[in-house]
């Protein structure tokens, strides 16, 4: 069954760290561009960051600009959201998603995403 899993949230004191990682089964992640994204109770879905298949050229919304940090590790079948300095606003549900990528150099952004993980909870709250 093709999936994407996402894992790594939790409860975090504001200014702390966390890594979530995202992990494909029965597809090979490294044909596809990765987004992540948040909703958070009452807001709309936003996107939060996303990778090109070459690893190159991450996107940052600006909210988490200089905070957060996307990558991937083809060889695990894995992307990884490392989150630093974080902020109560931060506190959502953060999904990952996948999408086919023709062209490694493809952009990552407004595209369809296609596979989507069930979310991990993200509370950041002393």
């Known amino acids: 069954q093709v999936q994407l899993v996402e894992s790594g949230g939790g409860l975090v004191q504001p200014g702390g760290s966390l890594r979530l990682s995202c992990t494909a089964s029965?597809?090979?992640?490294?044909?596809?561009?990765i987004g992540w994204f948040r909703q958070a109770p009452g807001k709309e879905r936003e996107g939060v960051s996303c990778?090109?298949?070459?690893?190159?050229?991450?996107n940052y919304a600006d909210s988490v600009k200089g905070r957060f940090t996307i990558s991937r590790d083809n060889a695990k079948n894995t992307a990884y959201l490392q989150m630093s300095s974080l902020k109560p606003e931060d506190t959502a549900v953060y999904y990952c998603?996948?999408?086919?990528?023709?062209?490694?150099?493809?952009?990552?952004?407004?595209?369809?995403?296609?596979?989507w993980g069930q979310g991990t909870q993200v509370t950041v709250s002393s």
């Open positions: 998603a996948a999408v086919f990528a023709a062209s490694r150099g493809s952009g990552c952004l407004g595209l369809n995403y296609a596979y």
């Open positions: 029965e597809f090979t992640l490294a044909y596809y561009a």
């Open positions: 990778i090109r298949r070459d690893g190159n050229s991450p």
